[in-house]
């Protein structure tokens, strides 16, 4: 793992030595670069101050929990233990939330468990979808985000229980 | 997103109703608060990963990589647009390392340009490819392991890959499938 930590601070100086070599006005360049954060940022930011607010108050109504509920038989048929379903759910929704939850499942059984390994594979292999959505596609003209998002959530259950399925052998 | 907000919103405001009618506004609030502190945290990471790249923009390695990348992203993402299948694949690579906070800016403007040309597929297929993202590291999940006592904490490290790559495979499958459809 050690050796990662070296991937970042080498690929900048890498990039800066080149650039310096053409001739390029680090500071000059490196600013007008900075420059884009915040309108960024401010693009981005109605969007995602929609999706929190959805997303708290879809998991504090219960709401979350009921769909929870109503999946989890579903999907301990298809090899994914009830625990690791509220995981799943909650991705979507909440990286902070599901990394709580994720680690809740580890110190009540055990890390080494069964169920510990589907939700970490779980946990790894989804991504917080609506999030996503909600950043990538702000200020898009486009309107019709249910197919790719239903697709997104789609592949990473599919993927969830695969995994699953996996960690029964590896 | 119109629909699915309305749907999501008013059954969970229903719900609250009945149950706790006093969290409502309270919710509300928190989530007004956690995208203020992640709009800071994602200010932060901005700042340094578009300084950055306009580094590598002016340095004439981005180019490069554009020339070197093209012909495959041009499959890829159906696009002859160098610039936004150059984002394309810088954001695509930033994802597959791990680089916190730097593949999001280059998605945005590649499915930007990509949304401002009518390339549906491309802008569907770049957001489909991230949200499921292929991990080649899960590193979050092997330190919260390791901390939690784990014996082996990478060892999810084979099955997480594989179901990665399975979700990222299916995904691009179906849009590649929805894109077919909608041409007949």
């Known amino acids: 793992m050690k050796y990662l930590a070296l991937v970042i601070p080498l690929l900048f100086v890498l990039v800066f030595l080149v650039a310096l070599i053409r001739k390029v006005k680090l500071y000059d360049t490196f600013t007008e670069g900075v420059k884009e954060a915040i309108p960024l940022v401010l693009s981005l930011f ?8 959805l997303s708290e108050l879809f998991e504090r109504s219960g709401l979350s929990a009921m769909l929870t509920g109503a999946l989890a038989p579903v999907f301990r048929v298809l090899g994914v233990p009830p625990e690791t379903t509220k995981l799943l759910l909650m991705k979507p929704f909440s990286g902070s939330g599901s990394t709580a939850l994720l680690s809740e499942i ?11 390994r589907c939700a970490a594979v779980c946990y790894g292999s989804s991504e917080t979808t609506f999030y996503i959505s909600a950043v990538y596609f702000a200020g898009a003209k486009k309107k019709k985000l249910f197919l790719p998002v239903a697709i997104a959530l789609f592949s990473n259950a599919a993927g969830a229980i695969l995994g699953c399925f996996l960690c029964r052998f590896l | 997103m119109n629909a699915v907000f309305a749907v999501l919103f008013l059954l969970s405001a229903a719900l609250l109703l009945f149950r706790a009618p006093e969290g409502f506004l309270p919710a509300l609030l928190t989530g007004g608060e956690k995208a203020a502190t992640l709009s800071l945290a994602l200010l932060a990471a901005y700042c340094v990963w578009l300084g950055f790249f306009k580094v590598l923009e002016k ?4 180019g490069g ?22 984002l394309a694949g ?11 906070g730097a593949p999001t800016p280059l998605g945005v403007k590649a499915v930007r340009r990509f949304g401002e040309a009518g390339n549906t597929y ?31 904490a990478a060892d ?7 179901s990665t790559l399975f979700t990222t495979l299916l995904g691009g499958f179906l849009v590649w499938l929805l894109s077919k459809r909608k041409k007949r």
């Open chain 2, 122 to 152: 491309a802008a569907d297929l770049l957001f489909v490819l991230n949200a499921t993202s292929l991990q080649l590291l899960p590193t979050t999940v092997i330190a919260l392991r390791a901390a939690a006592g784990s014996a082996s």
């Open chain 2, 156 to 162: 999810i490290l084979l099955p997480t890959l594989l």
């Open chain 1, 106 to 116: 580890f110190s009540a059984y055990g890390a080494d468990s069964y169920i510990a």
């Open chain 2, 59 to 62: 340095s004439g390695i981005a």
């Open chain 2, 65 to 86: 990589a554009a020339r070197l990348a093209h012909p495959l992203m041009k499959k890829l993402f159906r696009s002859d647009d160098r610039e936004a299948t150059y």
């Open chain 1, 46 to 53: 109605p969007y995602l101050a929609a999706v929190l607010m």
């Open chain 2, 90 to 100: 810088c954001n695509l690579t930033a994802n597959m390392l791990g680089l916190p």
